[in-house]
């Protein structure tokens, strides 16, 4: 019953079924490697308050050695503000374009 033909055709069947369906795709889970929006926010508001506080504690210092009360206060408070600002949009940049290119990746295993 080796030479059966239908027996042959069955396993040539299998052969083609199982090549086929191949592996099943794995599911790749992405949890915790992305930051919700009010977090970014919060990192944002974050880095400003932070450039600020450095500003006012740079100018109070040099202030403080000088003698000249609120001069490099006000200069310095608004460098760090500045500086923060500038940090905000760099942060705000990288979302950008960490959205864009995860839009693209979308798009591109939709096809």
Known sequence: ?????????????????AKAQGKPAEVVVKAGTSFSQGELAWRMVIELVTGMILGLAIGYGLD????????????FALFGFAAGIRTMMQTAKQMATGATAAQVSADSEGE
């Open 64 to 75: 403080v050695l000088f003698g000249t009360m609120p001069i490099f206060l006000v200069i």
């Open 1 to 17: 019953m080796s030479d059966d033909p239908d027996l042959a055709r069955l396993r040539a069947l299998e052969a083609k079924l």
